[in-house]
């Protein structure tokens, strides 16, 4: 995290550039201090992972929107907007609403990995974990159409296994609503690939939780898978909206993915307004924290073990206004912002 003074007699720091030519620091806001200093995240800490956090009405989605617009112009951005709230928020940004035509990516070259995706999503027990593996028999399925019916005409003999079989199906057709709109001919990637403006999936339309919550697994999936198959070149940020819902700390996917992708040039950026849900792996995971008003006590204090904070900034914590953020970032004590999107 970079200070920059405010005063024009201080000179600016020279940043580094990116592949187009512009400044790879984040600018942020203005430190509340006297004189106000210009507050910016360097580059090369939002490319380890952040996690912007902050109760409902905090101005922690305009942060996250305010940052996706930077990141754009130093790699390719990509928003998982929940509620559809980005559309509004910012003036430049590609729409990305799943359906037929546009489907979710099933971009996944292990069935292993696949299998680990749908055991978050639909808690599979390990004989249904078992049926799928066995059904599947190594062959990703074309889209969720194709995968029920493997599953439905695998043969099986024992009891346990024909149970555990129609048990899968029904969850399964649990999904139903969003069988056409997951698909491995899916465009969202070449989208991704060739626009420099924030690519903004807009998971609001797709009602069903479990199959948002799909969506999001299989769309960070495809995005590891492209990088490693060099279908994606620039870094790329990912900005993951109500983290909290797709968080499961106890299997630890998001955590282990996270831990993963850095290597490959792929930022992740987890927004949640409970941060309680997110595990200690996945905070220290994150070189930048971004930390709006939050009121539970038991955030407060997960987030004040996890930064290190004073008792003073402890105290601040419930009291900060509406865009008013604790900034923390390799290299800086953590500093009192006031967010200025510029969106």
């Given at each position: 995290m970079v200070w920059k003074p405010t005063l024009t007699s201080l000179p600016l720091t020279l940043s580094p550039y990116s592949r187009n030519g512009l400044s790879k620091e984040v600018f942020v806001g203005y430190a509340k201090t006297s004189p106000k200093f210009k507050v910016y995240i360097s580059g090369d800490d939002l490319a380890k992972h952040a996690v912007i956090v902050g109760s409902t009405g905090s101005g922690k989605t305009t942060t996250a929107?305010?940052?996706?617009?930077?990141?754009?112009?130093?790699?390719?951005?990509?928003?998982?907007?929940?509620?559809?709230?980005?559309?509004?928020?910012?003036?430049?940004?590609?729409?990305?609403?799943?359906?037929?035509?546009?489907?979710?990516?099933?971009?996944?070259?292990?069935v292993v990995d696949l299998i680990n995706i749908f055991e978050e999503v639909l808690q599979l027990t390990p004989a249904q974990s078992y049926i799928m593996l066995k059904a599947l028999d190594g062959v990703i399925p074309a889209n969720l159409s194709v995968l029920e019916d493997v599953i439905e005409g695998f043969e099986v003999e024992a009891r346990w296994m024909l149970e555990s079989k129609l048990a899968l199906l029904r969850r399964l057709q649990d999904l139903s609503r969003g069988r056409n709109y997951i698909s491995r001919d899916s465009k969202l990637v070449e989208t991704i690939s060739k626009s420099e403006e924030p690519v903004i999936v807009d998971l609001s339309q797709l009602k069903d939780f479990n199959v948002k919550k799909l969506s999001v697994l299989l769309t960070l999936k495809a995005v590891e898978v492209s990088k490693m198959k060099h279908l994606l070149n620039d870094q790329v940020y990912v900005f993951v909206e109500e983290a909290h819902n797709v968080v499961n700390s106890n299997t630890d996917l998001v955590g282990r993915l996270m831990s993963e992708v850095r290597k490959l040039g792929i930022?992740?950026?987890?927004?949640?307004?409970?941060?309680?849900?997110?595990?200690?792996?996945?905070?220290?995971?994150?070189?930048?924290?971004?930390?709006?008003?939050?009121?539970?006590?038991?955030?407060?204090?997960?987030?004040?073990?996890?930064?290190?904070?004073?008792?003073?900034?402890?105290?601040?914590?419930?009291?900060?206004?509406?865009?008013?953020?604790?900034?923390?970032?390799?290299?800086q004590e953590p500093v009192i912002v006031e967010v200025k999107p510029s969106l």
């Open positions: 929107a305010h940052i996706a617009t930077q990141a754009s112009k130093q790699g390719r951005t990509l928003i998982l907007d929940w509620f559809g709230e980005y559309q509004n928020l910012l003036r430049r940004g590609k729409v990305f609403k799943p359906c037929r035509e546009s489907p979710i990516p099933l971009l996944v070259d292990d930022a992740i950026v987890l927004v949640t307004q409970s941060p309680l849900i997110l595990n200690y792996r996945m905070l220290n995971n994150a070189n930048v924290k971004v930390v709006h008003t939050l009121k539970s006590r038991e955030d407060i204090e997960l987030i004040v073990k996890s930064l290190g904070l004073s008792e003073d900034l402890r105290a601040v914590i419930p009291k900060l206004g509406v865009g008013e953020a604790i900034v923390d970032a390799p290299g």
